[in-house]
């Protein structure tokens, strides 16, 4: 799937799986980092999806007070 297509949900997995990874305490500085880089990454398209989905339910609920 390509990277931006994926659902909040996949999204949301990834993040949770970088944690794992970053919590190991074998993990290098180096590795450490570049997970901390695509966890922010990962996080800055969560809100944005989650941006978008409020924006989304304001304009419905909207729409539901003029009817």
Do not use: A, H
């Amino acid at each position: 799937m390509e990277e931006n297509k994926l659902s909040l949900e996949e999204r949301m997995k990834r993040l949770n799986e970088i944690i794992k990874e970053m919590e190991n305490p074998d993990i290098s500085l180096e590795e450490s980092f570049e997970l901390y880089k695509k966890g922010v990454t990962e996080l800055k398209e969560c809100n944005d999806m989650i941006d978008g989905i409020e924006k989304e339910l304001i304009i419905l609920e909207e729409g539901q007070e003029q009817l």
